[in-house]
């Protein structure tokens, strides 16, 4: 269960008090084994580029960069500053997070309850302008941890506010490439009953999507939980909970950054996450996590990944994707503690060469 904390006038979702302890410890373990892991690998360049990146109004859980406020120029100057480094296509995250009570677009639908912003419309107006291939991310939601301990009738609601956010996006923008699903999941051992109430999730959202907008991409990037067991384990679960969907990207979240899982453990998730996307003929794409956590709670939670970080993340997932994505490139690359390294080392720049601030 999250908590809303408030910081520089926007909510944000972040653990409560009473497991911070213990969550930071999970996170410390997690990177002394990173740390373990480039002590005897020699650091090598990075095997593929990051060509894409997740984009948001603002973080759901940190301060990072927020984008509202922006207009066109704004976001020009971002998607010109990416594409110098090497990315052509952008995920942004969720028009609407529904815990947060806010709202990224002028919905007509979720006006009541909900703050409002407009940062689709210019965001998408300067992603042409630029020749950015975007994909939307709609209605956000806990749903995809939450399933489990949902009703029925929850469950049907959720899926019904999901739709008709993504609905109302397309019919007033709908010149962009793809839908990114927001509600991210992990695997946390098998359970039958939650699969079936998460896979009732993704099937009737992505299901009706295809029907209502055939000419869509989908994609979704789910985390990846280390958890001791069968490797038979994690890809059957995810084989029960993507049965029966459309077409789609799969871009794992590598969740070093989080601490959810770890170096030594990469490259085996990633032969894992393969044979999912070869059952269902899915394009993988690997989600590389470009921070590292230094607190739970508060504005600021993140500072950059060390670059050499960065480079094992990518080496462990390059023989087993078609491409990189990351998140929050505009934050962790420009503003974020350590920025400058990870600019340099990794997209070849350093911030003060970008033309964009604030």
Known sequence: MSVIRNFEGFDFL???PESEQEDMRMVRASYAENGQYLARTPDAPAAMPISASFICAHAPDYVGRPTIGWDSEKWVDLFEEMKCDGLDTVIFQAALWN???????ASKIYRDGFRQWEVVAPMLEAAKQCGMTVFLGGYGSLS???????????IALDIDRQIACMLELLERDADFAGIYYVSESMFLGRDPEFEKRLNRIYRNYLGRLAEAAPDKKFLISPATMYVPGPAQDFIDFWKAMLEGLPQMIL???????????????????WRRWKVV?????????????LFERTKFSGPDLFKAASPARVRAQINCAAPYVER????EYAFFTSQAEDAED?????????????????
């Open 342 to 358: 990870l600019k340099r080392e990794i997209f070849g720049r350093t911030p003060a060469e970008g033309k964009i601030s604030g």
């Open 14 to 16: 972040q653990p409560p």
């Open 324 to 327: 990189c994505t990351c998140w």
């Open 251 to 269: 871009s794992p979240q590598d969740s070093v950054g989080t601490g959810c899982s770890s170096l030594p453990h990469a490259a085996e998730f």
């Open 144 to 154: 995809g941890f939450e399933a489990g301990k949902m009703s029925e009738w929850e």
């Open 277 to 289: 996307a070869d059952h269902f003929g899915y394009p993988l794409w690997a989600n590389i996590e």
């Open 99 to 105: 815990e947060l009570r806010e709202c990224y677009y």
